[in-house]
């Protein structure tokens, strides 16, 4: 993570991080979810990987530019169909790994130049294999 800064090494007074808005940001979000192959076609076991980036080249300015990538293990029970297993693998895992990724940006950032800056909320049911079998999101 670096700070936004100019070339004289000075901080753009007008970002705020404690206000910011991520309305016109470009966040980056890279996903994958793989299982070790000598578990045949009936895994429990599923590494998820998360990558999120704000690169700062186009788009609204963020305070921070990130770059954070975090690999995660997940067990799943193998009482549940191989399908459901899968899908709660990757919506569950990314959005567990996802919400470390958002306490690590907010823990790092508070002890640099512009302050803590909390990620927005992400949904990950999308990226399940079979929507249907992952319960509707309630508000």
């Given at each position: 993570?670096?700070?936004?800064?100019?070339?004289?090494?000075?901080?753009?007074?007008?970002?705020?991080?404690?206000?910011?808005?991520?309305?016109?940001?470009?966040?980056?979000?890279?996903?994958?979810?793989?299982?070790?192959?000598?578990?045949?076609?009936?895994?429990?076991?599923?590494?998820?990987?998360?990558?999120?980036?704000?690169?700062?080249?186009?788009?609204?300015?963020?305070?921070?530019?990130?770059?954070?990538?975090?690999?995660?293990?997940?067990?799943?029970?193998p009482k549940l169909s191989t399908a459901r297993r899968e899908d709660l693998a990757t919506v569950n895992g990314l959005a567990i790994a996802y919400g470390a990724v958002r306490e690590l940006v907010t823990n790092l950032t508070s002890r640099m130049e512009y302050g803590p800056l909390t990620l927005p909320g992400v949904n990950f049911q999308d990226q399940a294999a079979t929507p249907e079998s992952l319960p509707a999101p309630t508000r």
């Open positions: 993570m670096t700070a936004h800064i100019d070339a004289e090494g000075n901080t753009d007074a007008s970002i705020d991080p404690r206000n910011f808005q991520w309305d016109g940001v470009k966040l980056e979000v890279e996903t994958a979810i793989g299982a070790n192959q000598s578990q045949g076609d009936d895994p429990t076991n599923f590494m998820v990987s998360l990558i999120v980036r704000v690169k700062n080249q186009e788009g609204k300015i963020c305070p921070y530019a990130l770059d954070v990538e975090l690999v995660a293990f997940v067990d799943v029970s």
